[in-house]
């Protein structure tokens, strides 16, 4: 470097340096430097990660582990859990607080489609026992005049599309008035009851009606339609039992005339022939018994 005093060149300074310990020197303070930064870099990283795991991937894990409980057990406890876990404003916590509430919602959904799947049970449960009252004599319960007239209308249809194998059995209780007007009618029910046990016993595999006070009808199918002659002598051999015993009083001495027809297509084309030769035939039983209603 050139040296002026007063605008006169008075001589030249110069210094001697040593590269090689500037060139050391810059190296190593470069080195710190760049260690420094890598380690602030790394404590950085450090910290986020840190953030990251508790903000974002800790709520991720437990959101995955509470979709798996509940898709499992389903217990509606752990969206209580999950809003208690949704601390914060971030999107991860949000996505926690939809889902929670997601549960709460279909839990309530579940009730109420439970509460109303059996309020429609009950229903068809009280629908089905209207149906039956409505069709059950009350005195005997056995099926009533409702129920047999369903049941005509049945074989109705039955015979139009070529059913012809049933019969019809009548039975009728003899001198209910009788009864009725000299014990009681409290006795006269317990005739009735007592003959329909014998009915029901008798013909065990036909549907029987009680379709008037002393009136009953069977419509014999299989094995009653095929054995009705030997069922009809039982019947009768029962009721003989019973008004030979002494030590029965005169209303449980059931007396009873029966009558039958079977269906015949050659002749028959309802269920009205049938029942009608049914009724006479059981009408003739009862003269010949004496037993002509007294009404």
């Known amino acids: 470097m050139e040296l002026f005093i007063n605008g006169q060149k008075l001589g030249v300074i ?58 499992q057990n389903k217990n509606p406890k752990i969206a209580k859990e999950l ?31 439970s509460k109303t799947q059996q309020d ?6 009280q629908a089905v026992e209207l149906n039956e009252l409505a069709i059950k004599d009350s005195l005997t319960g056995i099926r009533n005049k409702t129920a047999y007239d369903k049941e005509v209308q049945k074989i109705e249809w039955e015979i139009s599309d070529g059913m012809t194998e049933f019969g019809v059995a009548m039975i009728d209780l003899n001198f209910l008035k009788r009864i009725n007007d000299t014990y009681g ?27 008037g006070g ?7 199918k299989g094995h009653d339609l095929e054995h009705i002659e030997e069922l009809e002598e039982e019947f009768n051999r029962r009721l003989q039992e019973l008004q030979q015993n002494p030590e029965l009083a005169y209303w449980e001495k059931t007396s009873a005339a029966a009558g039958h027809a079977i269906f015949d297509k ?27 209603r007294e009404d």
């Open 120 to 125: 429609l049970q009950d229903s068809r449960r």
């Open 185 to 211: 009618h409290d006795k006269g029910n317990q005739a009735i009851i007592s003959l329909c046990r014998i009915v029901c016993k008798t013909f065990a595999h036909s549907p029987v009606f009680r379709i």
């Open 14 to 71: 110069a210094v001697e340096v040593d590269a090689g310990s500037v060139s050391r020197a810059i190296f190593w303070t470069t080195a710190r430097n760049i260690a420094l930064m890598g380690a602030v870099l790394i404590l950085f990283t450090l910290f986020l990660l840190l953030i990251i795991r508790k903000n974002y991937i800790r709520k991720l894990v437990k959101l995955q582990d509470a979709i798996e409980d509940y898709s």
């Open 266 to 292: 050659s002749v028959d084309r309802t269920y009205g022939n049938v029942f009608k030769r049914a009724d006479q035939e059981m009408y003739k039983a009862k003269k010949a018994m004496r037993a002509v």
């Open 83 to 113: 809003e208690d876990e949704a601390a914060g404003g971030d999107e991860i916590s949000a996505i926690i607080t939809k889902f929670a509430s997601m549960i709460c919602e279909l839990e309530l959904y579940m009730k109420n489609l």
């Open 214 to 220: 002393d009136e009953f009808a069977v419509i014999l």
